[in-house]
């Protein structure tokens, strides 16, 4: 059977720099694909991870979903080394192929470097405006990775901080980050360089660190003012007890997140049965669509991990080649003859 030519559109890192996609786009876009979670109008894969070398501290996460107000399944394969700031490389590097998903057409490829680190930020922030308390004025940041930037810019843009406190293992990156989100926000950030310093008194914490192994660095006892503690680290420094001290448990899927494998901030909890399907609060899907309620008064203390989402991945991918179609930016390739 004869066919025309099949081509795909490849969206580089540089094409996506010219985009100039806005925290608002992103927002909208992974607000989107949240709520068609929680309508059941998406399939959604759990990630599953490739270890390459056990011995040696780096893996890739394969995230798939498909999300059908798009009409898009999208394919995410992100490599996560912790030591990639040695040779100079960020420790994320990704690239998301959408397919149609009713033929298996591959219709594009897209950087998804850039895509990790805003939509999850977009969904840090989306978390945050579900669950924080209203008026948070202090926001703690724990960890300097490629995400951590969209973290700080996009919460900031919904809350307006009166203080912003950052810290990290390495002093270099601590104070190269906090310079690059003052420059970024206009206002002064705290570079603190223990977490205590950081998190004492912080209504909102979010945990974005990257260890080898999993440690106890971050104290239940100093988040006594935290209303909302967003962790999401490769590996988890919260204590076991740090649940007794919060009333809802909030995740993005809990399908990965009770899943057993090596990753996790909560990891440790669920494997202990402290976090189970029972005691789960809700998916934060089901906060969007109304389905289950958020925060419902001001002295609730809530706790949201997110592991991430394929749907976002996929939605502001897709987001991406529309705007890179409307605009003549990207490289068609030939797929078939």
């Not at 996560?80 to 591959?106: F, I, K, Q, W």
């Not at 308390?133 to 809350?159: E, I, Y």
């Not at 009166?162 to 570079?191: N, Q, W």
């Not at 705007?323 to 078939?336: E, F, P, S």
Request: contains cysteine; glycine residues 8%; hydrophobic residues 40%.
């Amino acid at each position: 059977m004869e066919h025309a030519p099949l081509d795909l559109l490849f969206v580089s890192g540089d094409d996506l720099e010219a985009l100039a996609l806005s925290d608002a786009d992103i927002l909208d876009a992974v607000e989107a694909a949240v709520r068609a979670q929680g309508e059941r109008l998406v399939a959604l894969d759990p990630r599953v991870h490739h270890v390459p070398d056990p011995s040696f501290p780096g893996h890739f996460n394969l995230l798939r979903a498909t999300v059908w107000p798009l009409g898009v399944t999208g394919v995410k394969v992100v490599g996560d080394y912790v030591g990639n700031h040695a040779s100079g490389l960020p420790s994320e590097l990704a690239l998301v192929t959408l397919y149609d998903p009713r033929t298996g057409m591959p219709v594009a490829i897209v950087d998804a470097t850039e895509i990790t680190e805003r939509r999850t930020g977009a969904l840090t922030a989306l978390g945050a405006r579900e669950l924080a308390r209203p008026g948070s004025r202090t926001l703690a940041h724990v960890g300097a990775r490629g995400t951590a930037f969209a973290n700080v810019t996009m919460l900031d843009g919904l809350f307006d901080f009166d203080e912003i406190r950052v810290t990290s293992k390495r002093p270099s990156s601590r104070e190269a980050f906090g310079a690059r989100l003052e420059e970024a926000l206009g206002k002064p950030v705290r570079v603190t360089s223990t977490i205590e310093e950081a998190v004492g008194g912080a209504d909102i914490v979010v945990e974005a660190t990257r260890l080898e192994r999993p440690e106890p660095l971050l104290r239940t006892s100093w988040l006594e003012a935290c209303s909302l503690l967003i962790p999401y680290g490769t590996m988890s420094i919260l204590e076991l007890d740090v649940l007794d001290g919060f009333d809802k448990v909030v995740v993005d899927d809990w399908g990965q997140c009770g899943r057993d494998d090596p990753f996790g901030a909560l990891r440790p909890h669920v494997r202990a049965g402290l976090l189970t399907e029972q005691t789960l609060h809700a998916e934060l899907a089901d906060v969007v669509a109304r389905t289950k309620p958020g925060r419902e008064d001001d002295d609730e203390r809530i706790l949201f991990w997110h592991r991430g989402l394929a749907t976002t991945d996929v939605a502001v991918a897709h987001l991406a080649v529309e705007r890179a179609r409307a605009h003549g930016i990207g490289t068609t390739v030939r797929y078939r003859s």
